[in-house]
């Protein structure tokens, strides 16, 4: 994205994966929910993620030890001008989809229409930024841009790339338990919908001895085992039937591994640290609904939410209050004044922005761990008088109309339902109804991206190069386009000048003011409680599957594991 690429040309391997590592064997992971589709590129359905990259790969192929790099994967060499306003790929002449057919400039061209009608929002918004399409001699293919836009060469280098020979384009949009056919390492085994899905190694796999695949899919098989609920799936895993598990149940990490095969060194803990951004988790307010769209009550509702009390009562005091949505990083606000490159880009909004946030000092209310804060609960009446709201024989109700305060928190885990029910406690002594609605996975992700919900918990994972899905996550434009993750329907003209900063950021000085300002500009929107992040990767893993010592900056990678011979 900027400057040159870490690694040299004919680099052995990513530096975070084992060239030599065994192959062979089987690795079993779990999640909650459910899945009803194999095809995750698309809005409808709830669909199993790992086709992506698995089955289906991509021009180029992301390290995830750099901010944000491309190497060669289905296309062996890209070229784009100092502008960027265009891109050229050559397509490898060895890459094969699964059935033995080599990827055509045609292909390419077919799946970026594809991707451009018929894909997720995000998709659409990035594949009709090309003014141009076409095929060139010697397997070239040319996407010409209708302006420059520094990042989107390197979007167009993660596009899933699709047979069409394959592919029925009238019937792509639908849900299906047939996966697309790609050039993937791997291809659906078997499906069953809501249960599991397995994925087999494929042995003609063309790509297999490109640098950025050394030491990596070394498993034989891969099975996903989906649980109803956390306490089923972290059973499995005890009893041995999943290999490894990424916690994030602090009280389960702190008092639930006390069990035979962790005693006796079978299955092993390990804190890996990261190096992005840790996630911006929260329970997020649905500015669509007319209960929210006054900042003030968002603001009073976010006093209302006591976190000393829960980290320390439900936690284990494991966690750490999460403050910023680059949170630990370089590109975030907190702790650092405004310059005059954010001062220029949030000025024509000052209004928008609260002048901590521009001091860098904007953070969640601390209250005493009591659960019952009576400073947080008067500035939380003070701010809801503000708004129009009294407290009155033990209800906030409107001064207007009388209606009482009271929404509806949608949860799809027990664990977010645990939350939710300690913080709808906490509002009821107050005086302010909050319903919690437990719904299944696949209504939780049809409601969601319909935006049809009062609040709801969401997590925003973010790397060291945010660009042009920062619109798509915050943008006005993507407020009112279903499927995206805009969910609090932000409309602000800062996050959106903020946005447009940050993709046309031309060096890193330029790149980190506009993220900053970012941060600042969704900080003073309160579009969100936020909640609480780990200090790194919760790994518990059974020692017959053994990983590399190195970890990459988003931590240790599955598809880099591998089983120890004989176990």
């Given at each position: 994205?900027?400057?040159?690429?870490?690694?040299?040309?004919?680099?052995?391997?990513?530096?975070?994966?084992?060239?030599?590592?065994?192959?062979?064997?089987?690795?079993?992971?779990?999640?909650?929910?459910?899945?009803?589709?194999?095809?995750?590129?698309?809005?409808?359905?709830?669909?199993?993620?790992?086709?992506?990259?698995?089955?289906?790969?991509?021009?180029?192929?992301?390290?995830?030890?750099?901010?944000?790099?491309?190497?060669?994967?289905?296309?062996?060499?890209?070229?784009?001008?100092?502008?960027?306003?265009?891109?050229?790929?050559?397509?490898?002449?060895?890459?094969?989809?699964?059935?033995?057919?080599?990827?055509?400039?045609?292909?390419?061209?077919?799946?970026?229409?594809?991707?451009?009608?018929?894909?997720?929002?995000?998709?659409?918004?990035?594949?009709?930024?090309?003014?141009?399409?076409?095929?060139?001699?010697?397997?070239?293919?040319?996407?010409?841009?209708?302006?420059?836009?520094?990042?989107?060469?390197?979007?167009?280098?993660?596009?899933?790339?699709?047979?069409?020979?394959?592919?029925?384009?009238?019937?792509?949009?639908?849900?299906?338990?047939?996966?697309?056919?790609?050039?993937?390492?791997?291809?659906?085994?078997?499906?069953?919908?809501?249960?599991?899905?397995?994925?087999?190694?494929?042995?003609?796999?063309?790509?297999?001895?490109?640098?950025?695949?050394?030491?990596l899919y070394n498993f034989d098989t891969l099975r996903f085992l989906y649980f109803r609920d956390a306490n089923s799936e972290f059973e499995a895993f005890?009893?041995?039937?999943?290999?490894?598990?990424?916690?994030?149940?602090?009280?389960?990490?702190?008092?639930?591994?006390?069990?035979?095969?962790?005693?006796?060194?079978?299955?092993?803990?390990?804190?890996?640290?990261?190096?992005?951004?840790?996630?911006?988790?929260?329970?997020?307010?649905?500015?669509?609904?007319?209960?929210?769209?006054?900042?003030?009550?968002?603001?009073?509702?976010?006093?209302?939410?006591?976190?000393?009390?829960?980290?320390?009562?439900?936690?284990?005091?494991?966690?750490?209050?999460?403050?910023?949505?680059?949170?630990?990083?370089?590109?975030?606000?907190?702790?650092?004044?405004?310059?005059?490159?954010?001062?220029?880009?949030?000025?024509?909004?000052?209004?928008?922005?609260?002048?901590?946030?521009?001091?860098?000092?904007?953070?969640?209310?601390?209250?005493?761990?009591?659960?019952?804060?009576?400073?947080?609960?008067?500035?939380?009446?003070?701010?809801?008088?503000?708004?129009?709201?009294?407290?009155?024989?033990?209800?906030?109700?409107?001064?207007?109309?009388?209606?009482?305060?009271?929404?509806?928190?949608?949860?799809?885990?027990?664990?977010?339902?645990?939350?939710?029910?300690?913080?709808?406690?906490?509002?009821?002594?107050?005086?302010?109804?909050?319903?919690?609605?437990?719904?299944?996975?696949?209504?939780?992700?049809?409601?969601?991206?319909?935006?049809?919900?009062?609040?709801?918990?969401?997590?925003?994972?973010?790397?060291?190069?945010?660009?042009?899905?920062?619109?798509?996550?915050?943008g006005s434009a993507s407020a009112d386009t279903p499927g995206t993750r805009n969910y609090m329907g932000a409309k602000s003209p800062a996050v959106d000048?903020?946005?447009?900063?940050?993709?046309?950021?031309?060096?890193?000085?330029?790149?980190?003011?506009?993220?900053?300002?970012?941060?600042?500009?969704?900080?003073?929107?309160?579009?969100?409680?936020?909640?609480?992040?780990?200090?790194?990767?919760?790994?518990?893993?059974?020692?017959?599957?053994?990983?590399?010592?190195?970890?990459?900056?988003?931590?240790?990678?599955?598809?880099?594991?591998?089983?120890?011979?004989?176990?």
């Amino acid at each position: 994205m900027r400057g040159a690429p870490d690694l040299p040309a004919g680099f052995p391997a990513f530096p975070y994966a084992n060239p030599d590592a065994p192959k062979g064997g089987r690795l079993t992971l779990s999640l909650t929910g459910t899945f009803d589709s194999l095809n995750p590129f698309i809005v409808k359905g709830s669909a199993a993620p790992f086709v992506r990259g698995y089955v289906v790969e991509s021009l180029m192929a992301r390290s995830f030890d750099e901010p944000f790099t491309l190497y060669p994967l289905i296309a062996r060499a890209a070229t784009t001008d100092a502008a960027r306003s265009f891109v050229e790929f050559e397509i490898d002449p060895r890459a094969r989809f699964s059935d033995g057919t080599p990827v055509t400039a045609d292909d390419v061209l077919f799946s970026h229409v594809l991707m451009r009608d018929q894909g997720r929002p995000n998709h659409r918004l990035y594949y009709s930024k090309v003014a141009k399409a076409e095929a060139l001699p010697d397997g070239r293919v040319r996407f010409t841009f209708a302006e420059p836009d520094p990042e989107l060469p390197l979007i167009m280098g993660l596009m899933p790339v699709f047979s069409r020979a394959s592919v029925d384009p009238e019937r792509f949009a639908e849900t299906s338990l047939t996966a697309p056919l790609g050039t993937g390492p791997y291809k659906v085994e078997a499906a069953e919908a809501g249960a599991s899905l397995t994925l087999a190694l494929r042995p003609d796999y063309w790509g297999r001895d490109l640098p950025v695949n050394r030491g990596l899919y070394n498993f034989d098989t891969l099975r996903f085992l989906y649980f109803r609920d956390a306490n089923s799936e972290f059973e499995a895993f005890k009893k041995g039937l999943v290999d490894a598990r990424f916690e994030t149940d602090p009280g389960r990490w702190e008092t639930g591994y006390d069990f035979p095969a962790a005693r006796s060194g079978e299955v092993v803990r390990e804190v890996i640290p990261t190096g992005t951004p840790k996630p911006y988790s929260a329970l997020v307010f649905n500015t669509r609904r007319p209960v929210f769209a006054d900042i003030r009550v968002r603001r009073a509702l976010t006093e209302l939410f006591d976190f000393e009390w829960l980290d320390r009562n439900f936690y284990h005091g494991l966690y750490a209050r999460t403050r910023s949505f680059f949170q630990d990083s370089e590109l975030s606000s907190l702790g650092r004044a405004a310059d005059a490159r954010e001062t220029a880009i949030l000025g024509p909004f000052a209004s928008e922005i609260v002048p901590e946030a521009l001091l860098g000092t904007l953070v969640p209310p601390v209250s005493d761990g009591s659960g019952r804060d009576r400073t947080r609960r008067r500035a939380a009446f003070a701010l809801l008088e503000q708004a129009g709201w009294h407290l009155a024989n033990g209800l906030v109700r409107r001064v207007a109309t009388g209606e009482p305060l009271a929404f509806e928190i949608m949860v799809a885990t027990r664990d977010q339902e645990r939350l939710a029910l300690a913080y709808a406690s906490q509002l009821e002594r107050a005086g302010i109804t909050a319903r919690v609605r437990f719904v299944d996975a696949v209504q939780f992700d049809a409601r969601r991206n319909a935006y049809d919900f009062d609040m709801v918990p969401a997590i925003w994972s973010q790397s060291l190069s945010p660009g042009n899905e920062q619109a798509f996550y915050f943008g006005s434009a993507s407020a009112d386009t279903p499927g995206t993750r805009n969910y609090m329907g932000a409309k602000s003209p800062a996050v959106d000048a903020a946005v447009t900063a940050l993709v046309d950021a031309k060096d890193e000085d330029a790149f980190i003011a506009a993220a900053r300002a970012l941060d600042r500009a969704l900080l003073s929107g309160a579009y969100a409680i936020p909640l609480f992040h780990t200090p790194g990767q919760w790994l518990a893993r059974w020692t017959r599957i053994a990983r590399p010592a190195r970890a990459s900056l988003y931590g240790t990678l599955p598809e880099t594991w591998w089983r120890v011979p004989g176990r």
